[in-house]
């Protein structure tokens, strides 16, 4: 039986269970016995036996799991295979989730994570670590939620020579800029009705400043390009500065204005404000994600999805889930 352990319980920590509870026969028939042997979020957990979609009742009506061991006790504490970490993203220390992530290998064990803090602090060592220790670490998650990202540049286009990518990689910001060319209204005014519905945070700055795109751009590129950057070697500008005329002329030369992640095989790394033609695949709209990938033998290869959301993240965690021990290509 495969021993599942999930830290961080919130929005994805909850979707994965659900899944892993709702498609159990679908899941196992693809990868065998399956058991999540733990759970914690930032101060309870629960461990052993336990019913998941219980475990999911109590944490929504009590805000918390039964008991009060701490995520640090429990991975001391039990033994599992793979651990899924849905904890919140520090791009500045990579914390709480690089110290969990660091333990699993250390204990042998496979990690799947969502989370794109440790992957932008530390992205060599995580892989130098985990190839020392023969464990797997699946990060599909990471960037562009349900988007086939990560799978598609390392697997399913090698034996390309991956020129440049380019891509809308923060839905948040994509719906403002989407709006501001539709309805023609000021920047400000378009963020405070993104922060009513929920779209944008209460502080955006991590998404309107292209920090978020900017990590994703990181955890793309070190996979493609084999380097090991980090936040700090991208140039970043945000979009706030951008003003409704902007959008008028660039409309009447039959352009839009897209906030674009761009990488290339020479290391650059930018994420900035761009002209992009109307006719371009990436004039894309709302809060979708989108990425083009330029290589030598496919040519130019286009993905589209939903870059976040519950079940959204959930497919792309059960994604790397299923390709680790997946009865046709385990090897571990
Ligand atoms: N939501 C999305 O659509 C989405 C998409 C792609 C990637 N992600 C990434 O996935 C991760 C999780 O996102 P989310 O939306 O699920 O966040 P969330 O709803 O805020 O949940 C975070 C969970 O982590 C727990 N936590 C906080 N500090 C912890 C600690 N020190 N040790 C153990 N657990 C801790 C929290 O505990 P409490 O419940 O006790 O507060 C909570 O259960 C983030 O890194 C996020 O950037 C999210």
Redesign the pocket.
């Known amino acids: 039986m495969i021993r599942i352990a999930i830290?961080?319980?919130?929005?994805?920590?909850r979707g994965v269970a659900e899944v892993l509870s709702m498609k159990r026969d679908m899941i196992e028939r693809k990868i065998g016995k399956y058991g999540v042997v733990a759970i914690?979020?930032?101060?309870?957990s629960i461990s052993g036996e336990f019913s998941l979609l219980e475990a999911i009742a109590y944490?929504e009506e009590r805000?918390?799991l039964p008991y009060d061991k701490t995520?640090r006790e429990l991975l001391d504490e039990i033994d599992f295979d793979v651990l899924i970490e849905?904890?919140?993203?520090d791009v500045k220390t990579g914390e709480?989730?690089l110290s969990?992530i660091k333990e699993a290998i250390r204990r042998d064990a496979d990690v799947i994570t969502?989370?794109?803090?440790p992957l932008v602090v530390a992205f060599s060592e995580i892989m130098e670590m985990a190839e020392r220790h023969g464990v797997r670490i699946g990060y599909e998650?990471?960037v562009g939620?349900a988007m086939p990202v990560i799978k598609l540049v390392s697997r399913e286009l090698a034996g390309n020579r991956i020129f440049r990518i380019r891509g809308i990689l923060n839905g948040t910001t994509n719906y403002i800029l989407s709006r501001m060319e539709k309805e023609g209204m000021p920047y400000s005014q378009i963020l405070s009705e993104a922060k009513e519905m929920g779209i944008a945070e209460a502080d955006p700055s991590y998404d309107v400043d292209g920090i978020d795109a900017g990590a994703k751009l990181v955890i793309i590129a070190n996979t493609i390009f084999n380097i090991s950057a980090s936040l700090n070697d991208v140039k970043i500008k945000g979009i706030s500065g951008i003003t409704p005329e902007a959008f008028r002329v660039a409309g009447e030369k039959g352009y839009t204005i897209r906030l674009i992640a761009e990488a290339d095989e020479n290391g650059r790394l930018d994420v900035s404000p761009r002209l992009v033609k109307l006719t371009n695949p990436l004039a894309i709209y709302g809060t979708m994600n989108a990425l083009l990938v330029e290589t030598d033998l496919a040519g130019e290869i286009f993905v589209i999805g939903k870059g976040?959301?519950?079940k959204?993240?959930a497919s792309a965690i059960i994604s790397d889930l299923v390709d680790m021990y997946g009865r046709n290509n385990r090897s571990g």
């Open positions: 830290l961080g319980f919130g929005t994805v920590g914690a979020d930032s101060r309870s944490k805000g918390r995520p849905t904890t919140p993203t709480p989730g969990y969502s989370n794109k803090g998650a990471t939620g976040a959301g519950k959204e993240t």
